[in-house]
Structures are given as structure tokens and as C-alpha cells.
Nanobody, 116 residues
Framework: QVQLVESGGGWVQAGGSPRLTCAAS????????MGWYRQAPGKQRELVAS???????NYQDSVRGRFTITRDNAAKTLYLQMNSLKFEDTGVYYC??????????WGRGTQVTVSS
């Protein structure tokens, strides 16, 4: 059974720079496009950043230039470096494949709360 475990969230001041980590197990990680998804309070989960097997990346307009997604295939780990956090970045962050076609892959996510 595939497991995706996110960590690194918490309470962060506006302007802060946390780094999120996603550890994958039992997944053929290196060949899968991977992404970070965010579910803001009262909103649907959305893809904010993705990275392909060739390390090319894509970002939602709201985070481009502030967030950086990277991957370590040997360690089966996905990262999201978040800089210049804004209040609207608050939400639960999940990692999953892109597209997220397997609902059973969703982990618990990691909560990021941006405060003043």
C-alpha cells in the first residue's frame, strides 16, 4: 500500500519560509509526476506546484516566484520550499501524484497557518 507522509507545517509568520517534506513509500516514485496540493479553509483542494520525472516544474500563479518544488528520487522524497508566505497560503498541504488518480494515496497532509 502506497503511503505519502507530509511534514513541516505549523504556525508561520507572514513572510516566513517553511519547507514541507513528503516521504513516499511503496511508490515507483521516480517515474511519477508529483505535486503539492493545498486545501484552504472552505475551499476545494487544488494543485499549487508540480514536478515531472524530468524535473521540469509548474506552479499556480499565486505561488510562482515564492514556492519551489523539488524531488529526491533516491530518497523518494518531495519538497516544497515556501518563501514570503501570505495569509492566503494558509491551508492543509498534501502531496500526491499528478494527476491524483488514486484517492487512496492521499495522506493526512500538513497544516500551514500563516499568522501576523
Amino acid at each position: 500500500q502506497v503511503q505519502l507522509v507530509e511534514s513541516g507545517g505549523g504556525w508561520v509568520q507572514a513572510g516566513g519560509s517553511p519547507r514541507l517534506t513528503c516521504a513516499a513509500s511503496r511508490l515507483i516514485f521516480s517515474v511519477n509526476p508529483m505535486g503539492w496540493y493545498r486545501q484552504a479553509p472552505g475551499k476545494q483542494r487544488e494543485l499549487v506546484a508540480s514536478i515531472n520525472a524530468d524535473y521540469s516544474t509548474n506552479y499556480q500563479d499565486s505561488v510562482r516566484g515564492r514556492f519551489t518544488i523539488t524531488r529526491d528520487n533516491a530518497a523518494k522524497t518531495l519538497y516544497l520550499q515556501m518563501n514570503s508566505l501570505k495569509f492566503e497560503d494558509t491551508g492543509v498541504y498534501y502531496c500526491n501524484t499528478v494527476p491524483a488518480i488514486r484517492p487512496d494515496y492521499w495522506g493526512r497532509g500538513t497544516q500551514v497557518t500563516v499568522s501576523s
